[in-house]
C-alpha cells in the first residue's frame, strides 16, 4: 500500500481468473475495443489514436466511469511483453492529471500452476501533486472490478 504522507507511491493486487494466461493477456493487449461489451457501466468508449492495439507506444483514450462520474484519460503503451504476459500503460492526459503527476499500471498475468487459471497481477505507481490530491485506490479497485468482468466475458466466449 501507499505511504499516507508521500507523494510518491505504488499499490498492487493479485486477480484470481478461470480465464488463461494468454487470452487475458490478449484482451488487455489486442482487444482493448471489446472491454465495452466486456465491462458494462465502467468503460463507456474506447479509441485507438495512434499506433497498433496493444503494440509498443500506441496511444489510446477510454472514456469510463470511476467513482459514479464520467471520466477520461489518454494512455500511452511504454512495455509489451508477450511471453510475459505483460503490458504496461502511462496516462498522458485526461481527468487523472488533476490529482497525479504521473501514473503508470503494469498488467502481468501468471498462469496457475497445477490448475486451471491464472493471476493477474496490477502494479501502479505514481506521483501526486498534492499529498490530499486524489485516491489512487480507487483506481486500483476499478481495475480489479474490469479484470473480474474480462474474465467472465473471456469465459463466455469459450
Known amino acids: 500500500m501507499a ?4 507523494l510518491v507511491g505504488k499499490l498492487e493486487a493479485d486477480v484470481e481468473i478461470k ?8 484482451m488487455f493487449a ?10 458494462p457501466g465502467k468503460i463507456k468508449s474506447c479509441e485507438l489514436l495512434e499506433g497498433d492495439w496493444g503494440k509498443l507506444g500506441s496511444v489510446v483514450i477510454w472514456n469510463y466511469v470511476h467513482d459514479g462520474e464520467a471520466a477520461m484519460t489518454k494512455k500511452r503503451v511504454e512495455a509489451v511483453d508477450p511471453e510475459k504476459n505483460l503490458i504496461k500503460f502511462r496516462v498522458i492526459e485526461g481527468d487523472m492529471m488533476k490529482d497525479f503527476k504521473s501514473f503508470v ?8 500452476h497445477g490448475e486451471p487459471g491464472s493471476v493477474v497481477k496490477w502494479h501502479m505507481e505514481y506521483e501526486k501533486i498534492i499529498v490530499d490530491a486524489g485516491h489512487p485506490e480507487t483506481f486500483l479497485q476499478l481495475a480489479v472490478e474490469i479484470s473480474k468482468d474480462i474474465d467472465e466475458y473471456l469465459l463466455a466466449e469459450e
Open 105 to 112: 499500471s503494469t498488467i502481468q498475468v501468471i498462469p496457475k
Open 3 to 6: 505511504e499516507a504522507t508521500s
Open 30 to 39: 489486442g482487444r482493448q475495443g471489446e472491454w465495452l461489451k466486456a465491462t
Open 19 to 26: 480465464a488463461s494466461a494468454g487470452k487475458f493477456h490478449d
